[in-house]
């Protein structure tokens, strides 16, 4: 089992495919194995989903928006109007994705890639921890 730490630069709010920066900061993959993938911050997510078409990634933020307002009177807002929308859209969404890996490669299907979801205006840097076991 291989452990690997990755810090992102921030991003802006919204879905944003880091597929290439995954896999560049673990290198070769074994033949077979699993690819575990957690992000350690309440107010961002990962997900899979469809990595060609830029408009999956706008429909995303739109939706999750509406369906997790700011306008809602949330009783946490210590760090302002997007920070308890954000925890929220985090739990939806999840802190982790798993994925299997294949012929040295991540067994993802033809239209897939990793997602970090930023639900704050101002994130920052966002750190993941990248478990790979064969």
């Avoid at 408009?55 to 307002?69: A, E, G, R, W, Y």
Wanted: hydrophobic share 35%; with cysteine; charged share 20%.
């Amino acid at each position: 089992m291989q452990q690997y730490l990755l810090s992102l630069p921030p991003y802006p709010r919204g879905f944003h495919i880091i597929t290439d920066r995954v896999l560049a900061a673990v290198g070769a993959l074994p033949q077979v194995g699993m690819m575990h993938v957690f992000i350690s911050h309440t107010s961002a997510g990962l997900t899979i989903n469809e990595n060609a078409d830029p408009t999956v990634l706008q429909d995303f933020n739109s939706f999750i928006d509406k369906l997790v307002p700011e306008s809602y009177p949330y009783k946490h807002d210590y760090e302002g109007p997007d920070d308890m929308p954000a925890h929220i859209k985090s739990s939806l969404m999840g802190h982790s994705v798993t994925i299997p890996i294949r012929d040295g490669k991540l067994d993802l299907g033809t239209w897939q890639g990793i997602y970090l979801c930023e639900f704050r205006d101002n994130g920052g840097s966002r750190k993941l921890t990248i478990t790979v076991w064969s």
